[in-house]
């Protein structure tokens, strides 16, 4: 499997980090407009080849050399700067996208390839890439609220005592600040949460959730206010995700994809069937009024941000 890294910055080299240490790739392409900062990496990251198995690590000048890669990954483009959100992003980076996927497609098999979207705002970002590389909505695969999510199953383990990965806990909707949990489906094991809680004598109140969703949409502005980006979250989901698709696992994944068809359509993360064709199934979880409401909120705030690149494209 050969492998596409295009935007070669703090996330893109934690990322060829990653899917280098999954073992599950033989050739990694690494292309940043800055040809310079790619060849460091690609350099440095080779090195470590000799520490592991055998990956071949190129740094290409111009997208030719792609040519080949069933998987692209695309995490290109502005980052958060302190006290900037994740929508503050939305013209610089759809530019970006709009310079980017053209190219990836005109070197890929379209019939075959997969776009993973990690630039930010991430939804959006989908919907854009998907719009112009007309490729089917299942292919292009944003990480959506698989950060969030993890986030939250981490926060949970630490209060409940028990493994993150015995935890089905899901953030769902914009992977930004209209983002929001899904508590009316959150199992620990097969055991529903509030079930779980008063077994174990750890209740959870109301106010101790409210505290751990605002912990959960704040944690990306904690950590860039302490180090100046976040890198190590997001490499270690796109490294699963693309172990997923790889070995079509079908597992459940909150990815962000395009659903509806025209004014209706909007890249949402929700639970979704995850394999080797990407998303094969959306699932629609359990959810009570409040978090109902939560979603056809955060389902605008995406469409309308959609709505609003266009008109300043057309303008
Ligand atoms: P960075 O500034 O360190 O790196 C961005 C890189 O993109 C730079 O090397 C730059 O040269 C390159 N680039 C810009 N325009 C390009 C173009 N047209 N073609 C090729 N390369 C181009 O930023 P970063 O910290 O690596 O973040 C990258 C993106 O990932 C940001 O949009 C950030 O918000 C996003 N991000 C997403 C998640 C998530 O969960 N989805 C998590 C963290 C960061």
């Given amino acids: 499997m050969k492998v596409a890294i295009i935007g070669i910055g703090t996330v893109g080299a934690a ?33 470590a080849v000799a520490f592991s198995w055998d990956v071949k690590i190129t740094a290409v000048n111009n997208y030719r050399g792609i040519r080949g890669c069933e998987i692209v990954i695309i995490a290109a483009g502005a980052n958060q700067k302190p006290g900037q959100t994740r929508t503050d992003l939305l013209a610089a980076n759809a530019s970006v996208i709009a310079d980017i996927i053209p190219r990836v497609m005109a070197n890929v098999d379209s019939k075959n390839v997969k776009i993973i979207v990690v630039t930010n705002p991430l939804d959006v970002m989908v919907m854009l890439a998907q719009k112009i590389s007309k490729l089917p909505a299942a292919r292009v695969i944003g990480t959506g609220t698989m950060l969030d999510s993890a986030r939250l199953r981490t926060i949970l383990s630490r209060q409940l005592s028990v493994s993150p990965q015995s935890i089905n806990a899901y953030v769902l909707g914009e992977h930004g ?33 409210a505290t751990i969703e605002r912990r959960v949409q704040n944690a990306a502005y904690e950590i860039i206010q302490g180090r100046g980006a976040t890198w190590d979250g997001i490499a270690g989901a796109v490294a699963d995700l693309l172990r997923c698709i790889i070995n079509d696992e079908c597992r459940i994944m909150t990815v962000s994809t395009v659903m509806g068809a025209g004014r209706d359509s909007v890249a949402i993360s929700l639970p979704r069937i995850v394999g080797a064709n990407g998303v094969v199934t959306t699932l629609n979880p359990k959810m009570d009024r409040t978090e109902n409401a939560k979603l056809r909120r955060t389902t605008k705030i995406i469409r309308d941000n959609f709505v609003r690149l266009q008109k300043s494209y057309k303008a």
Avoid: M, Y
């Avoid at 983002?179 to 199992?187: L, Y």
């Fill in 177 to 209: 600040d209209s983002s929001f949990v899904n508590w009316t489906s959150v199992s620990v094991g097969a055991i529903p949460l509030d079930d779980f809680c008063r077994q174990t004598k750890s209740p959870l109140s109301c106010a101790a959730r």
């Fill in 15 to 47: 990322v060829a980090t990653a899917v280098k240490n999954t073992g599950l790739v033989h050739e990694i392409v690494l292309f940043d407009r800055d040809n310079l900062r790619s060849r460091a990496a690609a350099e440095d990251l080779g090195h």
